[in-house]
């Protein structure tokens, strides 16, 4: 990994911001992660799924949020960042995602530092 240990705080910290958007339903938040020209792209079972994120924006909005605020014996949602790389001002992020909703999800995220600012370009995903 090329990076620094600065720039993958950072890049951490745009992953959880996704995470944490999204478990809440939290779009402000959740769009805050992804750069405005951003593309999703992947499969939902066998649906293919292509274009930007605001399918997935709405469905996330239109649902309540993931974060189950009782107890029980579902663990709820959890995610492993798998793998990080980062040459200069380009990051790649492996991403895998379980208890998100009906399905668990593998997200291979790319990420770019634009002025300073890392935010995800591109999201590609499965189901598992």
Do not use: C
Request: zero cysteines; proline letters at 9%.
């Amino acid at each position: 990994m090329a990076g620094t240990s600065r720039d993958e705080a950072e890049v951490v910290a745009v992953i959880e911001r996704y995470i944490e958007g999204y478990l809440n339903a939290d779009l402000p938040v959740l769009r805050g992660a992804f750069a405005d020209d951003a593309v999703m792209n992947g499969y939902v079972d066998d649906r293919l799924v292509t274009g930007t994120p605001e399918p997935f924006f709405r469905q996330v909005g239109s649902n309540p949020p993931l974060k189950s605020p009782g107890p029980g014996p579902d663990p709820g949602p959890s995610y492993d960042i798998e793998h990080l790389s980062i040459t200069n001002n380009a990051a790649s992020a492996v991403l895998r995602e379980t208890g998100f909703g009906p399905h668990d999800f593998t997200d291979y995220m790319h990420l770019l530092k634009r002025d300073g600012v890392w935010k995800i370009v591109s999201k590609t995903f499965s189901t598992r």
